[in-house]
């Protein structure tokens, strides 16, 4: 098992930046990837960055178009962290943002968006970006 828990959400004006927090203990030794997707009101959760842990692909990032050029996903292994940097953020930014792992590398940005591959997830982080 591995436990998950964000931190940093809070309330920002559009154009300001938050950086998310992701701590993970346990048996994280098995984590070969993490993530970030985030749940906006009344909207299907959706992916926003990913980020390989560990071996050969370990730092490779992935990025959704909506947060390319905005947001910067990065890891801390020693720590067992990973942070989701956010600048210029927008209304539309609004949601629960969730961290996530995988006992699995990620080769494409097909898999790094499937929330199915991913085993172990947190309670979430509430962001609101005000206009």
């Known amino acids: 098992q591995v436990q998950l828990v964000e931190s940093g959400g809070g309330l920002v004006q559009a154009g300001g930046s938050l950086r998310l927090s992701c701590a993970a203990s346990g048996r994280t030794a098995s984590t070969y990837a993490m993530c970030w997707f985030r749940q906006g009101p009344g909207k299907e959760r959706e992916f926003v960055a990913a980020?390989?842990?560990?071996?050969?692909?370990?730092?490779?990032?992935y990025y959704a178009d909506s947060v390319t050029g905005r947001f910067t996903i990065s890891r801390d292994n020693a720590k067992n962290m990973m942070y989701l940097q956010m600048n210029s953020l927008k209304p539309e930014d609004t949601a629960v943002y969730y961290c996530a792992s995988s006992r699995r590398a990620l080769y494409s940005i097909v898999a790094a968006a499937d929330d199915r591959g991913y085993d172990y997830w947190g309670q979430g982080t509430q962001v609101t970006v005000s206009s």
């Open positions: 980020i390989n842990w560990s071996g050969w692909s370990g730092g490779s990032t």
